[in-house]
């Protein structure tokens, strides 16, 4: 069977294909004569987008549905505050069977690629020997460099695809670099760099890389990527007894404090030059990149204003192309 795609989906289509499930949530009627009968609120998605769904009669207690099941449905879609599926029939699937690609949305640029810009970097603009063997330290661990050439940056807000940690990781050395460009003889640039490569190291154990939706691991909800990243650090620090103490300060702050604030989960703030450049280097690839997600999303027959973004907490402007503004 064909698999439909969501992004192609319009109230009153019928609806008879694979989905990811994003969200599963049981809820219990509010009717008097359906008092202790249950319905499933879902949201399913795929590779082109997401869409909301419901189930008045799921299946038994038996059966769960949960994030991150690939399941077939049946059904069509409805209209309840924007695009609904109604669902008939819905069963699980094997998700060893089915095409991952429909799923888990990849980087437009390969990891063989990026990895050996990434490289590049390494070799030609970390000058400082106790950095450079740092580099070789983390990236000479195969296993390492696979799961970091592999990883998604985030689950939903930003470089949420294979790869997306590697991508992300060179946007910020780029922006990185034009700041200590600007900055010369404030900011050391290897230094900047080695934290901007760094900087997000833990996100390869917060998400489990073998679920289609990016799920996070048990230490990823409990630890999180910064405390993770930090720990990795020190270990990989143990192997270089002779690295100064003043040069790994310099790096754990950058690591704990790239969010750039507490309530964004940084422990700390920004308390030195350079990893207050860190911080808005990682927060200018990250808006620039939830930006075009939304962009890419908007139909160009919907009018010039995409549809409001939680995240960004706006809409955007989008003119129609050739527009002479």
């Known amino acids: 069977m064909k698999k439909q795609m969501i992004k192609d989906m319009r109230i009153g289509d019928d609806m008879e294909t694979q989905v990811l499930v994003l969200e599963a949530n049981k809820t219990a009627f509010s009717a008097p004569h359906r008092a202790g009968k249950h319905f499933l609120k879902l949201?399913?998605?795929?590779?082109?987008?997401?869409?909301?769904?419901?189930?008045?009669?799921?299946?038994?207690?038996?059966?769960?549905?949960?994030?991150?099941?690939?399941?077939?449905?049946?059904?069509?879609?409805?209209?309840?505050?924007?695009?609904?599926?109604?669902?008939?029939?819905?069963?699980?699937?094997?998700?060893?069977?089915?095409?991952?690609?429909?799923?888990?949305?990849?980087s437009v640029r390969s990891p063989e690629e990026m990895m050996g810009e990434l490289k590049q970097v390494i070799e030609e603009e970390i000058n400082d020997e106790?950095?450079?063997?740092?580099?070789?330290?983390?990236?000479?661990?195969?296993?390492?460099?696979?799961?970091?050439?592999?990883?998604?940056?985030?689950?939903?807000?930003?470089?949420?695809?294979?790869?997306?940690?590697?991508?992300?990781?060179?946007?910020?050395?780029?922006?990185?670099?034009?700041?200590?460009?600007?900055?010369?003889?404030?900011?050391?640039?290897?230094?900047?760099?080695?934290?901007?490569?760094?900087?997000?190291?833990?996100?390869?154990?917060?998400?489990?890389?073998?679920?289609?939706?990016?799920?996070?691991?048990?230490?990823?909800?409990?630890?999180?990527?910064?405390?993770i990243g930090k720990e990795m650090l020190d270990q990989k620090l143990e192997e270089l007894p002779g690295f100064p103490p003043s040069l790994k300060l310099e790096l754990e702050h950058m690591i704990l404090t790239h969010h750039g604030m507490r309530e964004w989960g940084s422990p700390e703030i920004p308390k030195t030059i350079h990893a207050y450049a860190l911080f808005h280097a990682d927060l200018l690839s990250a808006r620039l990149n939830q930006f075009i997600n939304v962009m890419n999303r908007h139909s160009t027959g919907s009018g010039d204003w995409t549809e409001w973004d939680r995240f960004l907490e706006r809409s955007i402007y989008v003119p129609p192309p050739g527009d002479d503004q």
């Open 43 to 106: 949201v399913l998605g795929d590779v082109s987008g997401r869409i909301k769904a419901v189930m008045w009669d799921p299946p038994g207690d038996d059966v769960t549905i949960e994030p991150g099941d690939v399941v077939f449905v049946r059904g069509s879609v409805g209209e309840y505050h924007g695009p609904q599926v109604v669902i008939s029939d819905l069963r699980k699937l094997d998700p060893s069977k089915v095409n991952r690609s429909f799923f888990q949305p990849v």
């Open 130 to 227: 106790h950095l450079t063997a740092l580099m070789k330290v983390f990236f000479g661990d195969s296993e390492f460099a696979r799961r970091f050439a592999l990883a998604p940056a985030a689950r939903t807000i930003h470089h949420n695809y294979v790869s997306g940690l590697l991508e992300h990781t060179l946007e910020v050395i780029h922006f990185c670099r034009s700041l200590a460009e600007t900055y010369t003889g404030q900011i050391q640039l290897d230094l900047l760099l080695a934290g901007a490569i760094l900087h997000d190291a833990g996100k390869i154990e917060e998400y489990r890389q073998d679920s289609l939706s990016f799920e996070f691991t048990d230490r990823g909800k409990l630890v999180g990527h910064i405390s």
